[in-house]
Each structure stands twice: as structure tokens, then as C-alpha cells.
């Protein structure tokens, strides 16, 4: 498993409202990389009730973040498999052969449960 920088950069990086600080924003932007994170409710009232000095509403793709959804039910389903779930294997190699077994498992389970 390669470790370091990565070779590329992401075009957007989608992520809840936990992550929607000025900070995070920031960062991403500072690296050309779109951020699709929804603005907190405090946090979209706090800007609103500063006025003109409050900034610009935060802009994010609806469509590309519900995709998230997508992988994080994915996440989810990988997660139930306990071996995965609580890292049990230590070795990078164990443990990814983990996830491509119970991923295996998540689509010979959707290909029984879908009407020919």
C-alpha cells in the first residue's frame, strides 16, 4: 500500500456539515479543490446576522454531495463485517483482502436480491 503524498488532486472533496469550518474551507480552496460540504444552520445564521460583513452564502453542489450518500451506505455495509469494522487484521495486506472479501460478499448479495 503506497504511503505519502498523493499523485493527484481531487476535483471536490464531499463532506458533512461536521466539516464546514472556515478552516477546512480554506484549505481546500488555497489547493484548487472543490469543497461540496452544506453550511451548519448556527452557522449560516451567525453570517446573516453580521449583514453585508457577514460574506457571500456558502455554494455547494446538491447533486454531487448526495452521491455521498452512495458511498457512505457502502462504508456502512463494509463496516458491518466485524474484521473490518474494528481493524483485527494489522497487516495492510490481511486487511485489504478483508475488504475485497466482504465486498465480494455485498455484490454476490445485491446480484441474488435483484429480480431477473
Do not use: C, F
Not at 452512495?70 to 463485517?81: C, D, F, M, P
Amino acid at each position: 500500500m503506497p504511503v505519502g503524498r498523493p499523485r493527484s488532486r481531487p476535483g471536490a472533496v464531499a463532506a458533512d456539515k461536521a466539516y464546514s469550518s472556515r478552516g477546512n474551507r480554506t484549505y481546500l480552496r488555497k489547493r484548487n479543490i472543490k469543497a461540496v460540504i452544506p453550511e451548519k444552520r448556527d452557522q449560516a445564521a451567525n453570517r446573516r446576522k453580521k449583514g453585508a460583513r457577514g460574506g457571500r452564502p456558502v455554494s455547494y453542489d446538491a447533486d454531487l454531495y448526495k452521491e455521498r450518500n452512495t458511498v457512505e451506505r457502502l462504508i456502512n455495509k463494509l463496516k458491518a463485517w466485524r474484521g473490518i469494522a474494528t481493524r483485527y487484521d494489522k497487516s495492510p495486506e490481511s486487511y485489504l483482502a478483508g475488504v475485497h472479501l466482504r465486498a465480494a460478499m455485498i455484490w454476490i448479495d445485491d446480484l441474488l436480491k435483484t429480480p431477473d
